[in-house]
């Protein structure tokens, strides 16, 4: 029976799953260098690495000493796996676990007699990520109608913070996906375990229909209402990885010569 070496692969709920070889994690280093999809994956670090027997670098849980005692051998692993200098120019990497990621360890190890080369091989850990892709991959939130009309706003808050809202109406993205366990061998990886289902729409898309409760505004006093403009906007998920914190921003709905929309406004007199 022969592992895959590397492989990428979304668990049943949702999350990325890499399965590589002991060969692979004694050797490689995975590099998340954007802090955007480092969130988007659920990745606290920058370099993912695993020793040799599966133990995740930079683990924060791992203690200084032992129960009794000592110093732990394990508390390498708290540090990253790359250190860089003030500057940036240079970087280094930590020293390995003892008796499982040292030179000497892995070139008497292979080989070995008792399985040598081949158990490398055969042996495979798994880094499972911390966040459902099938949300955190979707930066859209929301589609909204804005209209050129003397609305009073309705205070909104976005990320604990207070903004004015002056939309006819905001309808919330429908989440579709859904995930389907079919049974398998996960020696193999993952694919065989789980099957990943999409139901996209077709057509027109109804946001709010007739049964629905009417959205009402309360307008302020205009002498003669000649004009009205509307235009739908899409409310979206960005990350601003200076201050290490998720936004939202509007935009216009992007749209081709065949799209089309349409809207029904009503006027009612408060006398």
Request: with cysteine.
């Amino acid at each position: 029976m022969h592992t895959k070496h590397l492989g990428f692969y979304l668990t049943p709920d949702g999350r990325l799953a890499i399965i590589a070889s002991k060969v692979f994690w004694s050797q490689f280093i995975i590099w998340f260098p954007n802090k955007k999809y480092q969130k988007i994956i659920g990745i606290e670090k920058e370099f993912l690495a695993l020793s040799s027997k599966g133990r995740e670098y930079q683990n924060t849980t791992v203690e200084q000493t032992i129960q009794g005692g000592g110093a732990n051998p394990e508390y390498i692993t708290r540090h990253p796996i790359i250190r860089r200098n003030v500057d940036d120019t240079l970087w280094s990497l930590t020293d390995g676990v003892a008796n499982e990621d040292s030179i000497t360890y892995m070139s008497s190890d292979w080989s070995n007699a008792d399985g040598g080369l081949a158990k490398w091989f055969e042996l495979t850990m798994t880094w499972v990520a911390g966040n459902c892709l099938l949300s955190s991959l979707d930066r859209r939130v929301s589609i909204e109608l804005g209209a050129s009309l003397p609305m009073l706003n309705s205070p909104m808050v976005d990320h604990n913070e207070e903004t004015p809202d002056f939309v006819l109406g905001r309808w919330m993205f429908p989440r579709t996906a859904e995930s389907i366990i079919s049974g398998g061998s996960q020696s193999h990886g993952l694919l065989t375990v789980t099957t990943l289902a999409q139901k996209d729409h077709m057509g027109v898309i109804t946001l709010q229909g007739a049964k629905d409760r009417v959205l009402y505004h309360t307008l302020r006093p205009q002498a003669k209402l000649q004009t009205v403009r509307l235009r739908l906007f899409a409310r979206v998920r960005t990350y601003d990885e200076v201050n290490n914190l998720w936004k939202m921003k509007t935009m216009a709905v992007p749209t081709s010569a065949t799209d089309w929309w349409h809207t029904r406004l009503h006027f009612v007199s408060k006398d």
